[in-house]
């Protein structure tokens, strides 16, 4: 189950990756603006020059942060699994790099 799909220029650094943790909250950062075209979702990073397409799944990832404002990697694992018919261990896993795909690249961000 692929959340999304990266459209980057070739000369934007990539950042390296951070590990989440169950614990660790999540928030969408300001320079992004996103909107529903059909069963996908676009999200555009306007300091990048960027846009992603998610899925309906990474939509409803993206829906739930703007919706909660912040929340847990936890919390946001256990909406997908309530919502969506897929094994807990292969959804955990997928949710996880899919958030640390949307913090590397700047569109989340943590909150202490």
Not at 59 to 87: M, Q
């Amino acid at each position: 189950m692929k959340l999304c799909n990266l459209v980057r220029s070739l000369d934007v650094p990539i950042a390296p990756a951070m590990h989440l943790t169950p614990t660790t909250r999540l928030r969408r950062t300001e320079s992004q603006a996103s909107s529903q075209l059909g069963e996908e979702t676009v999200v555009v990073d306007y300091e990048a020059g960027l846009y992603f397409e998610l899925n309906d799944v990474g939509g409803w990832i993206w829906n739930y942060l703007g919706e909660a404002g912040t929340a847990t990697v936890e919390a946001i694992e256990a909406g997908v699994l309530a919502a969506y018919d897929v094994d807990p261990a292969q959804g955990r896993a997928e949710t996880r790099h899919f958030l640390e795909t949307l913090l590397r690249e700047n569109l989340v961000e943590t909150v202490h």
